[in-house]
Nanobody, 121 residues
Framework: QVQLVESGGGLVQAGGSLRLSCAAS????????MGWYRQAPGKERELVAA???????NYADSVKGRFTISRDIAKNTVYLQMNSLKPEDTAVYYC???????????????WGQGTQVTVSS
């Protein structure tokens, strides 16, 4: 199974930016789609953004126009560029990988450990 390790989380002020990275290892050619989920305390986990190897994307309405997902297949890495951050974006962000080339919905089989994003007002 593919192993995923996230990085790039931290504490930022409202209006600031962060770039999350997710490095994949193990089954180098098994993932056909990858994405980012987030979960805040007391709330359900939600899909933030996802992308197929072919470049199809899916974004949550709450982040459209602010977040951008990208994937470098050669480097086995997926990114989430987060701009114009809001306090409601505060959550643990998880990277996920799917063996199926669909993003609506994403069907994860592997998960990263999560990275904390905190946005202050």
């Amino acid at each position: 199974q593919v192993q995923l390790v996230e990085s790039g989380g931290g504490l930022v002020q409202a209006g600031g930016s962060l770039r999350l990275s997710c490095a994949a290892s193990g089954s180098a050619f098994s993932s056909q789609a990858m994405g980012w989920y987030r979960q805040a305390p007391g709330k359900e986990r939600e899909l933030v953004a996802a992308i197929t190897n072919g470049g199809s994307t899916n974004y949550a309405d709450s982040v459209k126009g602010r977040f951008t997902i990208s994937r470098d297949i050669a480097k086995n890495t997926v990114y989430l560029q987060m701009n114009s951050l809001k306090p409601e974006d505060t959550a643990v962000y998880y990277c996920a990988a799917s063996r199926r080339p669909v993003v609506a919905p994403l069907l994860p089989v592997s998960w990263g450990q999560g990275t904390q994003v905190t946005v202050s007002s």
